[in-house]
């Protein structure tokens, strides 16, 4: 049972952000399917490259062009949140509630906040500007403890939250 289950857990959740993706008046295809099931099979943000390499495993002949239409459309629908974090490309993730990002600029790392810590931002935006922010768009640049902790002479280093296939995993933060 120990591989079945996080797929299970994969499969069941990817059959409800279909749901909703239907619900919100979107089409349903194998491939939509494949991505979502790509998406859930770890928590981190993924870029479509990323994505790409893992449904590739299952569906070799599958285009890039694909993957970044179906994500343009899954984020259209609100399904999926795209995420620019001020360095390489855009990272996808489950639209979830109200959070935003922060990104270290030394290893990459993205974490999120809940969106009640850029509330101070929002209002500043909304009273000045009359401008409505949207955190889960974008990310807050800066450094992570683990390189605030080795210093930042620009090399790559070994990071505790980073997995080893992606520099752009996502830590949440309390």
Not at 11 to 22: F, G, H, Q, S
Not at 33 to 38: G, H, I, P, Q, V
Not at 153 to 165: C, F, L, N
């Amino acid at each position: 049972m120990g591989d079945e289950a996080p797929a299970a857990l994969a499969a069941d959740a990817a059959e409800r952000a279909l749901a909703l993706v239907r619900e919100r008046g979107g089409r349903v295809t194998p491939a939509r399917r494949l991505l979502l099931e790509a998406m859930m099979s770890s928590p981190w943000h993924h870029t479509a490259r990323e994505l790409a390499v893992t449904i590739r495993a299952r569906v070799p002949g599958i285009r890039l062009s694909t993957i970044y239409r179906n994500l343009d459309e899954f984020c259209r629908l609100r399904v999926v949140d795209c995420t620019y974090a001020g360095h390489g490309p855009a990272t996808y993730h489950l639209a979830s509630g109200s959070h935003g990002h922060l990104a270290c600029e030394q290893c990459g790392v993205i974490a999120e906040l809940p969106g009640e810590a850029f509330l101070a931002l929002a209002e500043a935006a909304m009273g000045t500007h009359g401008f409505v922010i949207a955190p889960p768009r974008f990310a807050v640049p800066g450094l992570c403890a683990n390189c605030q902790e080795t210093g930042t002479d620009g090399g790559q280093r070994e990071h505790p939250q980073v997995s080893a296939r992606s520099r752009t995993s996502a830590a949440k933060v309390p």
